[in-house]
């Protein structure tokens, strides 16, 4: 039974969903875990995310917000999220109230069997043109690395803190959106097993995404590219 948890979250110009969203973390996961904390890192936002966390924080002492001091890009405020997680199992999701929490119940059950539980949405809510890319973006993956996981992207990931410390933190390079690609591939390679679970997912309800961006899906290409390479050079 898991009783140590890390819940992380990059957050990006969410001003309008983030203190509903801690709000949403701490209801659900303090019933369920009696060691908790609560990392959220700030990238870089334009409007008042960061002001809105540490007034929360101050009132609820298992959060904890971490800032760039500029926009690094999604991987990299994932990158920093994970890797400053002290617990011994870290719940990454996004900060977008876009997912049910209580649907970490789905992924418990697996915890002993799996070193990272992985969710998939079912069915995925977002604009027609983000699912396109977002199922494109999988198969890609899959067709140059290898089967690791039907949605790769999917911000719903329980994941042993073992993967962190040996994986994540000397290994994976990308900053941007390959970075989940990035995390899966290397820690299937180490041989860390993987459980995926279907998990229900909403639509947005207040901000604006940033993934299907051209600037952001260039620099997806581009780091997938130069882990191909790196995958082939080690």
């Known amino acids: 039974m898991i009783t140590s948890l890390s819940v992380v979250m990059p957050a990006y110009n969410e001003e309008a969903n983030i203190e509903g969203m801690l709000a949403d973390v701490l209801s659900v996961m303090r ?3 009696s060691d ?4 959220v890192v700030n990238d870089g936002s334009k409007d008042r995310t960061g002001e809105v966390v540490r007034a929360f924080a101050a009132q609820h ?3 904890r917000l971490v800032e760039h001091p500029r926009n690094l890009g999604y991987g990299a405020a994932v990158y920093t999220a994970l890797t400053h997680a002290t617990r011994d199992y870290v719940f990454w999701t996004d900060s ?4 049910v929490l209580e649907d970490i119940d ?3 059950p697996f915890a002993q069997q799996a070193d990272l539980v992985v969710g998939y949405r079912a069915p995925r809510r977002d604009p027609f043109l983000r699912v396109l890319f977002g199922m494109g973006w999988s198969a890609l993956v899959t ?3 290898g089967y690791t996981a039907r949605d790769i992207d999917c911000a719903f990931k329980l994941i042993r803190r073992e993967v962190i410390t040996k994986v994540v933190a000397p290994q994976v390079q990308s900053r ?6 990035e995390l899966l591939v290397r820690a299937k390679r180490a041989g860390y097993r993987i459980k995926e679970v279907p998990v229900q997912h909403r639509p947005r309800r207040a901000g604006s995404p940033t993934g299907a961006r051209w ?3 260039g620099r997806a290409f581009r780091e997938l590219v130069r882990f191909r390479l790196q995958l082939w050079r080690e």
Not at 36 to 39: A, F, G, I, N, T
Not at 96 to 99: E, I, S
């Open 31 to 33: 019933p369920r875990f």
């Open 36 to 39: 908790l904390e609560v990392v």
């Open 61 to 63: 002492p298992e959060v």
């Open 96 to 99: 977008d109230r876009q997912f």
């Open 106 to 108: 789905r992924l418990l």
């Open 143 to 145: 067709l140059l690395f």
């Open 176 to 181: 941007g959106a390959t970075f989940s690609a």
């Open 215 to 217: 600037h952001v899906i």
